[in-house]
Structures are given as structure tokens and as C-alpha cells.
């Protein structure tokens, strides 16, 4: 399987050169060779999955707040749909992904919340509440496309082992041509608000925070990676 995603173009794609070292600490983390490999730890595995639900309710209010932001019925009901597919097909996969761990939703929604992730999802929600829909998108933008970007590059590694591997459904999820769709929509969002709220005047600013929210998403696998 190839995804058939243009991560250069644009906007986006600006920002993920410019993002430099960063991005590529993000999207080649040891707890992602691991996962290819299918050496990680169960027990991390567990640790990230448990995380990535609390963090999935975060990022759902995240669009929340983007549909808050919008200023047209364009931008209100795209987040808005975004938002609903979230809380209505990617959370109740998630929740019968992690059951198959021997994880209940109950177990996962009294977890505490991990310092990392509270950092990551905090930060993007300010930046929505500090700035407008803009800053908002972009501090969304590095864990829509960076996911497709790290199915991408497993899929195409010789080294990438599926068969046999616990992890093989997390990498084919990201790869699946409705999870390419979403990106594919997320990367034209994000250039076409660019083009209306001034992004090249005030792309500095973009550019530090699209850094800090991809330094946080590397942050964030190190709560599955054995210190």
C-alpha cells in the first residue's frame, strides 16, 4: 500500500521543511522503529494507548473551539465535521482497538493524565483561545499529516515487519485510504485559511508554533518508550 499524499505542497509543507530536525524527531522517534519492528513493549504500547484516548477527547475539543473560531459557515461546519468524526467513528474505534488490549473505556477515562500529554493538548487549546482559527489549525496539523507521513514511510521500509507483528493494524489504520482523505483535506484546509488570514505576513509565528506542537508529538511517544 502507497499513500498517495503530497506532504510538500503548500503551506504545510512549507512548515514541515522550515520545522527542520524537529519534525523528523516526531516522525522517526525509537518508539516508532520499535512499533515497525515489532520489538516495542506491550506494556508501553498500553501506557500510549491509554494516553492517546485521553488525548483523543482533547483534540476533540480542539475543533470545538476551531468551529468557535470560524468565521464563515465554510470553516464552522468543516470543524464541526471533523469534531463529530472524532467523537463518533475515530473514538469508538479507538475504544474497541483498546479492548483487544485488555483496556476498558471505564480503566482509560480514570487514568491520570500524563504530564506529556497535558502539555501537548494544552498547548494547541491556547494557542486556539490566544490567536484565531489559523494558529489554531496549524498547531493541529503536525499529528493529522505526520501520522500519514510515519504509515508511509513503515509501509515502504524493507525492514518494517507485518506479519506477526501485534502493531501491524496501527500502521495499516494510518495508511487506509479514508485516514489519506482526511489528510489530503486537512492539508487543503490549512492552505486555503492560509491564503485568507495572511499566512505569509505572519508566518514566523506560524512557524514556532508549528515547531513546539511537533516537539510536543515527539514528547508524546516517549510515554510508550522505556526511559
Known amino acids: 500500500m502507497v499513500l498517495d499524499i503530497d506532504l510538500d505542497r503548500g503551506l504545510f509543507g512549507r512548515l514541515r521543511r522550515d520545522a527542520g530536525e524537529a519534525w523528523a524527531l516526531y516522525t522517526r522517534h525509537p518508539f ?4 515497525a ?40 461546519r468543516a470543524a464541526s465535521k471533523i469534531m463529530a468524526a472524532i467523537l463518533d467513528v475515530e473514538m469508538p474505534l479507538h ?7 485488555g483496556l476498558t473505556e471505564e480503566d482509560m477515562a480514570a487514568a491520570p493524565e500524563d504530564m506529556r500529554m497535558i502539555a501537548y493538548t494544552r498547548f494547541f487549546l491556547e494557542r486556539g483561545l490566544a490567536g484565531d482559527k489559523l494558529d489554531l489549525d496549524v498547531a493541529l496539523a503536525p499529528c493529522i499529516v505526520g501520522y500519514a507521513e510515519i504509515a508511509q514511510w513503515m509501509l515502504a521500509d524493507p525492514s518494517t515487519v507485518l506479519a506477526g507483528n501485534p502493531y501491524a493494524p496501527w500502521i495499516e489504520a494510518y495508511a487506509a485510504p479514508e485516514y489519506r482523505e482526511a489528510v489530503t483535506a486537512a492539508i487543503d484546509t490549512l492552505e486555503a485559511l492560509g491564503q485568507r488570514r495572511g499566512a505569509e505576513a505572519r508566518y514566523p509565528s506560524l512557524l514556532k508554533t508549528f515547531q513546539t506542537a511537533t516537539m510536543l508529538e515527539a514528547a508524546f511517544w516517549g510515554i510508550g518508550w522505556p526511559p
Do not use: N
Open 37 to 76: 519492528l515489532g520489538t516495542l513493549p506491550l506494556d508501553g504500547f498500553r501506557r500510549y494507548l491509554i494516553q492517546d484516548y485521553l488525548y483523543l477527547i482533547q483534540y476533540a475539543r480542539g475543533y470545538a473551539l476551531g468551529a468557535y473560531k470560524g468565521e464563515t459557515l465554510v470553516e464552522i
Open 95 to 101: 475504544i474497541a482497538y483498546c479492548a483487544e488490549w
Open 32 to 35: 516508532l522503529e520499535a512499533l
